[in-house]
């Protein structure tokens, strides 16, 4: 099974290079049902992950000009915020048991899985609609500005909550709200979600025992995927790609909820 594992370590790094989005959605559940990780461990482990592979996605897209250090700001700040709160002060107080009825128990592990997996089914929907996304009329500064905030507050809550980088949500609202290219969404995406995954986990390393050799072994893995996935992109079209691995996302997010509801 760790073969398996670490085979679609690379698969996540190409799609994070490829497209900026979705890769960091199989971390956890690559983390939990191949390498036998506890989902509150593996939200952690994805974040360093997500965030040192975005990291280096991100310097090479900055190289090539392809990121937007304002818009990096700017919605960095609120939902770095969020991800702060969430693992520091929410997470830590959720109960291992929330909810028991008869013989039945709902635990921690279950609903992260669970919450999950419905991510990955919204993720995956988006991706195999693959609709051009089309900016919005120009709205005054301030009304910008205070759907920028709303929608870190969103990417806040995901990458807090999951350890998922939240890509398929940066990379629309950058479009949308600042028309921005595609291929500069992409990039100040790779370099929101390094910002939020990194310091999530920075507020992590003090109540968990981490296993580096295990982490770092990944984390070169889906580098290279990295550097894989920037390299096609250059060369192939991918929008024909995202319904492929929309297809492949709604799979895994349906096997996680038999799994964890049956």
């Keep these: 099974m760790e073969i398996i594992g670490y085979t679609l370590s690379i698969f ?24 036998h990780i506890h989902p509150t461990l593996a939200t952690s482990y994805s974040l360093f992950i997500v965030g040192s592979t975005s990291l280096i996605g991100s310097f090479i897209k900055t190289k090539e000009k392809c990121v937007n250090f304002r818009a990096t700001l700017y919605f960095g700040i609120s939902s770095v915020i969020v991800v702060l709160l969430v693992r520091k002060v929410l997470l830590v107080h959720i ?36 609709r051009k996304i089309q900016p919005t009329p120009q709205h005054p500064v301030k009304q910008q500005t205070i759907k920028m905030i709303a929608w870190g507050i969103g990417i806040g ?53 981490i296993d580096w050799t295990f982490l770092l072994k990944l984390l070169t893995i889906t580098t290279l995927g990295v550097g ?33 509801l049956f």
């Design 95 to 130: 109960p291992e048991v929330i909810l028991e009825i008869n013989h039945y128990q709902l635990t921690k592990s279950t609903l992260t899985m669970i919450s999950f997996a419905t991510l990955m089914l919204g993720s995956s929907w988006s991706m195999i609609k693959n």
């Design 157 to 209: 809550l995901v990458t807090g909550f999951l350890g998922a980088g939240g890509g398929f949500l940066i990379i629309p609202a950058l479009v949308i709200l600042l028309h921005m290219p595609i291929r500069i969404a992409i990039g100040t995406s790779l370099s929101i979600i390094t910002i939020n995954s990194l310091i999530g986990f920075l507020g992590d390393i003090d109540h968990i025992t």
């Design 228 to 260: 894989i996935g920037n390299h096609l992109q250059k060369k192939i079209q991918t929008d024909h790609l995202k319904p492929i691995f929309g297809w492949f996302i709604f799979i895994v997010g349906i096997y996680i909820l038999m799994k964890e």
């Design 12 to 35: 996540i790094g190409i799609t994070l290079g490829l497209i900026g989005a979705g890769g960091s959605i199989l971390t956890v559940p690559v983390l939990v049902y191949l390498f």
